[in-house]
């Protein structure tokens, strides 16, 4: 089982990144997918969570507008496209598949990408 999250980087307040999740070794149309994010010193934290059909999702509070999750089920990859990033948007960036239709907190995730680093500069 792989999770290969890319896409991350170093972009000033007010940028766009789109970071893809590539996955393999599981049947991914059969995996709710999620975004997790943890800064230093901080806990990690639930961004998005997206349903095997791409007709459910939830964002946190602080990203709602702002970021959007999504999946391509042919391509066995999940997408978080973050647009108007903020500097408290810095973090190690994970995705995450739970074997559910649809799931959000963490602990229902069996599997784990290693995370992709976003860095926004003030």
């Known amino acids: 089982v792989q999770l290969q999250a890319s896409g991350g980087g170093l972009v000033q307040t007010g940028g766009s990144l789109r970071l893809s999740c590539a996955t393999s070794g599981f049947n991914f149309d059969g995996y709710a997918t999620g975004w997790f994010r943890q800064a230093p010193g901080k806990e990690r934290e639930g961004v998005a969570c997206i349903s095997v059909s791409d007709d459910s999702t939830y964002y946190v509070d602080s990203v709602k507008g702002r970021f959007t999750s999504s999946r391509d089920n042919a391509k066995n990859t999940a997408y978080l496209q973050m647009n108007s990033l903020k500097p408290e948007d810095t973090a190690v960036y994970y995705c995450?598949?739970?074997?559910?239709?649809?799931?959000?907190?963490?602990?229902?995730?069996?599997?784990w990408g290693q995370g992709t680093q976003v860095t926004v500069s003030s």
């Open positions: 995450a598949a739970a074997p559910r239709r649809w799931s959000c907190p963490p602990w229902e995730y069996d599997y």
